[in-house]
């Protein structure tokens, strides 16, 4: 047998999904892999190795050639910008990114906007010819409107159940977002036929 396929495979939301995913392929994913503190769990039976990654990390893991694959939310796609190829929607982690305000939000001139995403955030206001102020947070992106530090922000929403318990409400949205499998340019031509393999499986469940 050659070489491991490298898969980079996001910890949390993703993972659990992916598992689901994996397993209707008929590739039995370890349960317990992103809950144990392995980060490289060798999965030789179907000749890949996980490389336990932080979600935002995985396409730099692929673009510089560390992971061969990896599996990514289009919102992290988008903001990260990496040289990758993006093969595959696995429609899987479904969600939205929308501009997002206090109800009674009024336009102000170079108003704040709050957001985990700066690039994307700053892309949509250009675009729009809107001059804002971007302002860089990590985590419960929904506070910044209710502190008084953005008048909006640019995050995720699902099902809307952060936005109705926080009295914010969906003012546009911008794109819509699911997980995508990406492959490093080089390892794609080299591995092509195990890579173009999982596509097959994978695609027969997306
Ligand atoms: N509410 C949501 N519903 C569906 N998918 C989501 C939701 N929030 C995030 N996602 C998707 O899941 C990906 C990972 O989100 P997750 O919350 O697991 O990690 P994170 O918050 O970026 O990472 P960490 O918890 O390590 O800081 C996001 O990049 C996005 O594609
Ligand atoms: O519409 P909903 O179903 O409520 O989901 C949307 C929420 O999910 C994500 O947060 P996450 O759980 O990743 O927490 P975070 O605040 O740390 O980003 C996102 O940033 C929203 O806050």
């Known amino acids: ?22 397993h209707q392929a008929g590739i039995p994913l370890p349960e317990e892999a992103d809950e144990s503190r392995k980060l490289i769990i060798p999965f030789p039976e179907a000749g890949m190795e996980f490389i336990m990654a ?25 903001e ?22 206090l109800p009674d939000w009024k336009p102000v001139i ?9 690039n994307v955030a700053s892309q949509y206001f250009r675009e729009k010819g809107q001059q804002v102020e971007v302002i860089k947070l990590n985590g419960s992106i929904e506070l910044a409107p209710m502190i008084g530090l953005a008048d909006r922000i640019v995050d995720m929403v699902e099902t809307g159940q952060t936005l109705r318990e926080n009295g914010l409400v969906e003012m546009e949205e911008i794109f819509q977002i699911t997980s995508r499998l990406i492959a ?11 890579i173009q393999r999982l596509c097959d499986l994978l695609q027969v469940t997306v």
Request: glycine share 6%; aromatic share 8%.
């Open 1 to 22: 047998m050659g070489d491991l396929l490298k898969v980079a495979m996001p910890k949390g939301r993703i993972y659990k999904q992916a598992f689901k995913l994996f």
């Open 54 to 78: 932080k979600p935002v990390d995985v396409p730099t893991y692929v673009e510089y050639g560390v992971a061969d694959i990896g599996i990514v939310g289009k919102d992290v796609l988008m």
């Open 80 to 101: 990260e910008n990496r040289d990758v190829y993006e093969l595959l929607d696995l429609a899987i982690a479904r969600c939205r990114m929308s501009v997002i305000a």
């Open 110 to 118: 170079n108003p704040r906007v709050a957001t985990k995403y700066p």
């Open 184 to 194: 490093n340019r080089v390892s794609y031509r080299m591995k092509h036929a195990e």
